[in-house]
């Protein structure tokens, strides 16, 4: 008899997607499309465009009073989408 080395359908796909390079690109889509359910549909009506570069997350405000309480809220905004996602993805957000 032989031992079977049993692993999840899970684990499979995440090693393959570690192995190729996707994971980090795939949780980086993950946060942007989090956005609006992190922030909500007010500011996502605000909102135009997202982008993530060296861990920092882009995003711009139309709205200047809006820009100015995000800023404020950039520790939580953080920690909020990093949550969504369940890694850490950024460690900053720049609201411009």
Not at 5 to 14: G, N, P, R, Y
Not at 21 to 44: F, H, S, Y
Request: aromatic fraction near 6%; glycine fraction near 4%.
């Amino acid at each position: 008899m032989f031992k079977r080395q049993v692993q999840t359908l899970d684990d499979i796909l995440q090693l393959v997607l570690r192995e190729q390079g996707l994971e980090t690109p795939l949780q980086q889509k993950r946060l942007i499309d989090n956005w609006q359910q992190v922030t909500g549909a007010m500011v996502a009506r605000y909102t135009q465009e997202k982008f993530i570069k060296n861990q920092t997350l882009f995003v711009k405000i139309t709205n200047a009073a809006l820009r100015q309480d995000l800023l404020m809220m950039r520790s939580q905004l953080v920690k909020r989408l990093n949550e969504s996602v369940g890694a850490l993805v950024i460690v900053d957000v720049k609201i411009y």
